[in-house]
Nanobody, 119 residues
């Protein structure tokens, strides 16, 4: 079984930065797809960023130029660097990953981490 644990969330002032980490555990071989989603109060969950093997990262228009997704297979971790944060970025951020475990692809979600942008 694969588990995803997010960290790095918290309270930050507008214009500040945060880096979210998503550690994928469970003796995986590699992360083939890593994504970050977010859900603000009263709104539907939306895809923020995605990165897959053999392709360039993709971002929601609302975060292009400010957020950067990356993946470190040696550490089995997906990151989301968030710069120039805005109040509208406030949400619970969820990590999603597809990974290999003994040659089997598993799809997993993290429990989420709160990001609050406020002065």
């Amino acid at each position: 079984q694969v588990q995803l644990v997010e960290s790095g969330g918290g309270l930050v002032q507008p214009g500040g930065s945060l880096r979210l980490s998503c550690e994928v555990s469970g003796s995986i071989s590699s992360i083939t797809v890593g994504e970050w989603h977010r859900q603000a109060p009263g709104k539907e969950r939306e895809l923020v960023a995605t990165i897959a093997s053999g392709s360039s990262p993709k971002y929601a228009d609302s975060v292009k130029g400010r957020f950067t997704i990356s993946r470190d297979n040696a550490k089995n971790t997906v990151y989301l660097q968030m710069n120039r944060l805005k109040p509208e970025d406030t949400a619970v951020y969820y990590c999603y990953a597809e990974s290999f475990v003994r040659l089997k692809v598993l799809r997993s979600w993290g429990q989420g981490t709160q990001v609050t942008v406020s002065s």
